[in-house]
């Protein structure tokens, strides 16, 4: 356990510090085991993920790791950005919420401890089905050397780029990103290395 991390980080927090209390204790109740992870509280079975504890400017909330695999059956489960596969969020906007929602939010922690359990895996979307920008696609076959440096990079390398390159609305705003990058992908480093 890392109570003294989680406790600081609680300390620190600008906002959201009563609801993200009273998450913890909920997640604690039912028997997870505390860590800090990805600078936030992470709660976990037996050295595998279950939720995460985090705020935002409008929200704080509860991320399941294997959200997608949840019933869900009160619809209050959501898809952080559309390109999170696995994770779901359930979101607060006040401590009274969280309150009112408790037994729903420990039915939902023990459900995805179960999914756990069964060693459920989350099937994830393949690079290969990710699109591809035109303008990167041109930029590959022109330069063999940076397409052999882009397949030798890891799968979830070679996602954040494409997806970072597809976000921009215009196409010289992608030439733009993807000539900016050239010189990472061949260092073989991702977008945030």
Excluded at 20 to 31: A, E, F, N, P, V
Excluded at 69 to 91: G, P, Y
Excluded at 109 to 135: C, Q, R, S, W, Y
Aim: charged fraction near 30%; charge should be positive.
């Amino acid at each position: 356990m890392n109570p003294k991390v989680v406790d600081r980080f609680l300390d620190r927090a600008k906002t959201w510090q009563e609801e993200m209390k009273l998450l913890r204790k909920i997640c604690l109740d039912c028997g997870l085991t505390e860590d800090f992870k990805w600078m936030h509280p992470c709660y976990t079975l037996q050295g595998k993920n279950i939720v995460l504890i985090h705020g935002f400017k409008e929200y704080c909330a509860l991320l399941f790791h294997k959200g997608v695999l949840l019933n869900d059956t009160n619809d209050i489960l959501i898809q952080q950005t559309e390109n999170v596969q696995s994770a779901r969020q359930i979101r607060f906007t006040s401590l009274q919420e969280i309150i009112d929602l408790r037994p729903t939010i420990v039915d939902y922690i023990f459900e995805a401890v179960e999914v756990e359990k069964a060693g459920l895996e989350v099937k994830m979307k393949k690079t290969t089905e990710f699109d591809m920008p035109a303008e990167f696609r041109k930029v590959l076959d022109g330069n063999t050397d940076l397409k052999s440096a882009f397949e030798v990079l890891t799968p979830g390398r070679q996602r954040g780029y494409l997806l970072y390159f597809s976000q921009a609305k215009q196409s010289k705003t992608r030439e733009s990103r993807i000539e900016k990058f050239i010189p990472k992908i061949f260092d073989g480093k991702g977008l945030n290395d």
